[in-house]
């Protein structure tokens, strides 16, 4: 379905300083990093995102997450799939029920994103990176979507500027939602 992962990241053109050096370093875990496509790698590991649009690409399809109490985008854990699109939209499914298919099966958007420690099914997790890369996504802002109980409260469809106001995270908002809207917008007006 997709490109391996090494070849994707080398193609892949930066937006900006930030998703430069993000690829850098991703690009080094691959080549130095002891399993970086699963969580036995405490220190960073490959996560998949998704940034999920509606058909018109007027609103963006989030989850409320427990362990951050806050409205997000969906995604998770390589947890050693090195197909990351497919780790995507399997993430997409779980935690919001919808049918979400790839707009293009190119990388949107590269993060290198920090997670504080915290406890997880009555377990510490200690603080690491996570190698987050992005897609762009399309669903049916008509089909039945649900939450994922043991991960979000609830499923929203918002639009492009509500994701920014509704998220409580402000360095999600400014770095990460914020350039994602920025690049939605690049990518409509360019045809794709």
Same mark, same amino acid.
């Given at each position: 379905?997709?490109?391996?992962?090494?070849?994707?990241?080398?193609?892949?053109?930066?937006?900006?300083?930030?998703?430069?050096?993000?690829?850098?370093?991703?690009?080094?875990?691959?080549?130095?990093?002891?399993?970086?496509?699963?969580?036995?790698?405490?220190?960073?590991?490959?996560?998949?995102?998704?940034?999920?649009?509606?058909?018109?690409?007027?609103?963006?399809?989030?989850?409320?997450?427990?362990?951050?109490?806050?409205? #997000?985008?969906?995604?998770?854990? +390589?947890?050693?799939?090195?197909?990351? %699109? @497919?780790? =995507? &939209?399997?993430?997409?499914? !779980?935690?919001?029920?919808?049918?979400?298919?790839?707009?293009?099966?190119?990388?949107?958007?590269?993060?290198?994103?920090?997670?504080?420690?915290?406890?997880?099914?009555?377990?510490?997790?200690?603080?690491?990176?996570?190698?987050?890369?992005?897609?762009?996504?399309?669903?049916?802002?008509?089909?039945?979507?649900? #939450?994922?109980?043991?991960?979000? +409260?609830?499923?929203?469809?918002?639009? %492009? @500027?509500? =994701? &920014?106001?509704?998220?409580? !995270?402000?360095?999600?908002?400014?770095?990460?939602?914020?350039?994602?809207?920025?690049?939605?917008?690049?990518?409509?007006?360019?045809?794709?």
């Amino acid at each position: 379905m997709s490109l391996d992962i090494l070849q994707a990241l080398t193609a892949y053109r930066p937006w900006n300083e930030q998703e430069e050096r993000d690829r850098s370093i991703m690009l080094s875990a691959l080549s130095a990093t002891p399993d970086p496509f699963t969580r036995e790698n405490e220190v960073m590991h490959f996560t998949a995102s998704s940034w999920i649009v509606n058909r018109d690409g007027t609103k963006v399809l989030m989850a409320y997450h427990n362990l951050y109490n806050a409205w #997000a985008w969906t995604g998770g854990h +390589a947890d050693g799939d090195r197909d990351l %699109l @497919a780790v =995507a &939209l399997r993430e997409a499914r !779980e935690e919001t029920g919808i049918h979400a298919r790839p707009v293009t099966e190119s990388i949107f958007s590269l993060e290198t994103l920090t997670v504080d420690g915290h406890e997880k099914r009555g377990r510490y997790v200690p603080s690491h990176l996570h190698l987050n890369v992005t897609y762009l996504l399309e669903a049916d802002e008509n089909e039945s979507i649900r #939450a994922k109980a043991d991960e979000n +409260a609830a499923v929203r469809w918002f639009t %492009l @500027a509500d =994701a &920014l106001t509704n998220c409580s !995270e402000p360095w999600m908002v400014k770095r990460v939602y914020g350039k994602l809207n920025q690049k939605l917008r690049a990518f409509a007006s360019s045809g794709c």
